[in-house]
């Protein structure tokens, strides 16, 4: 019986407060089971409180020790850490180089920065195998950002974007970049990859974009035109399609040859094709890596007193912090080793950023593609990351002409396969049959950089993140029916002020209803915000001026009340019409302190923890 009366006959609504928890008794027909503990806390055979303790600690010292493995970090395999960063660099050159022609800016540029992310980045702490440099993801704002303030204050806005990354490490808001969506989040490197694919595809022809995304999407049909008409810029794209191809199907490779770099395979085939007698396509321009280092001077800096400058230096800030940290993040899954420090990483990040505009370089960020050659060439140190650079350094240095043989349309190949990366189109079908909400704001995300600018694209989208997470909070039910003379409102779930209007529809039926009482529950509202509730309680005090009895049931706790209540055992009420069941058994207080129970129109559901009474133990 005291099994029935524990879970069966006391159906539990609310909670007495102040008293203690009712013990999790089986019922008398239910099969048994054993009882599940937590981790670290199963009772053994001679002691329950000793064997609990046990496991405990040992599963502690344990942890302990995997904790202080893991802050050391594996022990550094010098041969794979030097094949790992040959790798790295082989996959970076061409990005380096492909990313600052993107981008508007001399190639040197784009090793320069390479370098640094290597060398500066590299080897800071933060992210151990997450490799640094620049990235395509930010080729299209910085070439819009070239043309409309020129190369000399791009210093200016990398060295401003550096410092203030610094600052928010410092102050610990390295992890507040992981607090956006990650619909928004996908939008924005959608609306990175679109734009970037369609102005890769004009270099790659040897043509030049006309300028805005939709400027280029709407020039394609002439490209298409000018490019067939033309066979030497027929050659071009077709050793354009040719290292899109490889890099989309290198992988699949037999054997070791896979490992190689397929944009490294690409350029090969492209050197070789330039050099054909006949062949008169365009190749890198690349002048002394030395000579092309601009430190931003007095003029430049004054250039910080213009707001669109400022605007820059917070845009570069942003989508810099949030693609190396979003990196740092993918990056983890792909190994087990040491996990990132976000705020160590961000400082990191705006060291390398600091450094590259002093030198008036590319912005850097963290890269997927060289991040992943890292982890896949088994490299387990920072070693691998910082050795890759001095390799991009040595050989921009001692082997320059080299560089000069490379064709443009293998460069811009290799970022349109990067921008198609970047699009992820498989995201969203997939992403409509998770959630079609956050499919709408990865898409309006998306479409808005696309058709206007970065910044507006993503502050467009974390605004329509935010509306949606407000209108799913505010998830309400009312419903309302009639009785014989009660026009009754029952509400639950959280009342915002967003659905204002549809409280206030329903209040204004049941005052129409013309019926002479009035009841609204709205006992099962787990929120009620400031506009609801007054307009609730206005709409109470109108119709008791009117001469209707009203009835309100508000949510929140019981009021403090001068008579014990009685407990609704609603489970057992027709047991107890068949005088089978044992009587009802006013709540008494525990003394724990004052009596509590429920308003004189509210309807209270409680659950009886205190102890069966002896006449009913027998049963």
């Not at 321009?285 to 030395?290: D, E």
């Not at 699009?423 to 309006?444: C, H, I, N, S, Y």
């Not at 009340?561 to 057992?572: I, N, S």
Request: charged residues 15%; glycine residues 10%.
């Amino acid at each position: 019986m005291s099994g029935l009366h524990a879970r069966g006959r006391v159906p539990a609504h609310a909670r007495i407060p102040d008293a203690p928890p009712a013990p999790d008794f089986p019922a008398p027909n239910a099969p048994h089971h054993a009882p599940t503990y937590p981790p670290d806390t199963a009772p053994t055979a001679t002691s329950p409180m000793a064997k609990s303790a046990k496991p405990a600690k040992t599963d502690q010292t344990a942890r302990a020790a995997r904790t202080a493995k893991n802050a050391k970090g594996p022990k550094a395999d010098l041969a794979t850490e030097i094949t790992a960063s040959l790798v790295v660099f082989l996959v970076a050159l061409p990005l380096c180089i492909g990313v600052a022609v993107a981008s508007g800016v001399p190639a040197e540029l784009g090793i320069i920065s390479g370098v640094i992310g290597g060398l500066v980045v590299g080897a800071a702490r933060g992210s151990t195998l997450q490799v640094s440099g620049p990235a395509a993801g930010l080729a299209a704002l910085v070439a819009e950002t070239v043309l409309q303030y020129g190369v000399a204050m791009l210093g200016v806005i990398v060295l401003g974007s550096g410092i203030l990354q610094i600052v928010l490490g410092l102050v610990r808001l390295g992890r507040i970049f992981q607090a956006i969506s990650l619909a928004v989040v996908q939008g924005m490197l959608a609306g990175i990859g679109l734009p970037l694919m369609f102005s890769q595809l004009y270099p790659m022809s040897d043509s030049k974009a006309p300028g805005t995304p939709i400027e280029n999407m709407a020039g394609l049909p002439g490209l298409i035109a000018d490019t067939v008409a033309n066979p030497q810029a027929l050659i071009a794209a077709g050793l354009g399609v040719v290292t899109i191809v490889l890099s989309f199907l290198w992988k699949k490779m037999p054997g070791p040859v896979k490992k190689i770099p397929a944009a490294l395979v690409a350029v090969g085939i492209g050197i070789g094709v330039a050099s054909m007698p006949g062949v008169d396509v365009k190749t890198l321009q690349v002048g002394n890596l030395l000579a092309s280092v601009d430190v931003p001077g007095p003029t430049e800096f004054a250039g910080l007193a213009d707001v669109g400058i400022i605007t820059a230096i917070l845009t570069f800030t942003v989508i810099a912090s949030a693609e190396s940290l979003f990196t740092a993040a993918a990056v983890d899954r792909m190994h087990s080793g040491p996990r990132t420090r976000y705020n160590p990483e961000l400082i990191a990040q705006g060291a390398g950023n600091t450094v590259a505009g002093l030198l008036g370089a590319l912005p850097i960020t963290a890269v997927v593609a060289r991040s992943s050659a890292n982890v896949q060439a088994g490299a387990k140190t920072r070693l691998s990351r910082t050795l890759h650079g001095l390799w991009l350094l040595a050989f921009a240095l001692l082997l320059p002409q080299v560089l000069a043989l490379i064709p443009i349309a293998v460069l811009a190949g290799v970022l349109v396969h990067s921008g198609w990366k970047l699009f992820a189109p498989e995201e969203f079908p997939k992403m409509w049959r998770q959630d079609r909400g956050e499919f709408a704001v990865m898409t309006l995300t998306t479409l808005v950089i696309v058709a206007t600018a970065l910044l507006e694209g993503v502050l467009f989208g974390l605004a329509a993140g935010i509306v949606l997470a407000a209108l799913r909070m505010s998830q309400t039910v009312i419903k309302q029916h009639l009785e014989e003379d009660t026009a009754k409102v029952v509400m639950a779930g959280n009342a915002t002020f967003l659905r204002l209007p549809q409280l206030i529809e329903a209040l204004e039926a049941a005052a129409e209803a013309g019926k002479p009482r009035i009841r609204l529950d709205l006992t099962g509202v787990t929120h009620l915000d400031h506009a609801c509730r007054n307009q609730v309680e206005e709409f109470v005090a109108q119709q008791r001026g009117f001469g209707l009895r009203v009835e309100l049931l508000m949510p929140g706790p019981a009021k403090p009340v001068g008579t014990p209540a009685p407990v609704a055992d609603l489970a057992g009420e027709q047991d107890r019409s068949a005088g089978t069941a044992p009587p009802r058994r006013p709540y008494a207080s525990t003394g724990a302190g004052p009596t509590q129970g429920p308003g004189p129109t509210a309807e209270w559901f409680y659950l009886d923890t205190r102890p069966m009474p002896e006449e009913y133990a027998s049963r």
